[in-house]
């Protein structure tokens, strides 16, 4: 054989060094995840951004070849793993699958979510339908990848296999099992939603932004994911950066919140303000409301409050134990009834939550049984409960 062969099988037709091939693996796998969470995600599933059609198109192909996902069934699943969170019919949820399981065998978890075909139509309403998708990407899936297989080796030659191969485990192993399977297994929490959503860090660049997994579940249909000062969303920026360019367009982001002072009474901005922050309002009560009550317990008994209480069942104070396992549970509900102010508190919580989670459409009624519960909690006693109930009735939305 030749040595332009040789050649050939070394390099393929760009002839890049092992640094050249490393730059064009970290943009080829970034982009991949930008056409993850910013087009399947954030624009197709929430609809918190919509693209240009040439941008759009560009994200739909870059999909096809690198991952064969069919938009509809990626939409269809990730929109039923909001519906269903936590509960034997999520798709991937650690809690019912087990982490180890959604963690390594995120991507069979996904195929086996793609042929409950009754809930690919119930939640993949609105995807793309168009003439492509029906005779290209949809019927003819698995054929992107081997393309773009053809294409490294063309371009690279065999480190090309190497660097196709790389490319087909980022999104299996960055999202089907980091972002389902840690992001609901370990990390820091903003709010304290309904679920075990957790944010991986606070700078979220490595996945697009996907790093911050709980203030996603807390507004689902927010654009943007980042949700304090010091936390980064690359997806946003990019998003921003479209923006200017005129390529997309900004549809729902999180609202802001604001305190008023010296409110009597909760009022219609109040619990306008309350069922969009309702998880903000769960995260104050934990760190104003209980957190500071089980300090001054533990300080009246003399002990430090890690031996007082440790911290997982300190956490599972916020939901009544929900993720706890039975053994433990039934040990924080014997260690809560044997201390009437902690119980008392934790009661207060457990019915606000019930009157931000019911599902009413009777905003007028809804009022009055907030009030009614603010003018219960100030007539406690309980200093730390007055003190939450006076902020409370200050919440509203900030204006933009």
Known sequence: MSDAFFQFL???????????LLAVLLVFTQLTI???TLYLHRSQAHRGVDFHPAISHVFRFWTWLTTSMITKEWVAIHRKHHAKVETEEDPHSPQFKGIGNVFWRGVELYREARWQHADIEQYGKGAPDDWIERHLYTPHATMGPTVLLFVNFALFGIPGIALWAIQMAWIPFWAAGVVNGLGHWWG????????TSTNLTPWGVWIGGEELHNNHHAFPSSARFSMRRWEFDIGWAAIKGLEKLGLAKVLRVAPSLDIRPNISVPDTDTLRALLSHRFQAMTDYQRNVLTPALKEEAAQAGAKLRKLLPRRLRKGLVDDGRWLKPDARQQLQSWVSQRPRIRTLVEYRASLSALLEARSNDASERLKQLQAWCHQAEASGIRVLQDYSARLKGYTLAAH
């Open 10 to 20: 070394s390099g393929g037709l760009l002839g890049l060094g092992w640094l050249g």
């Open 34 to 36: 930008f056409s993850v």
């Open 188 to 195: 820091y929490r903003n709010f304290e939603s309904a679920d």
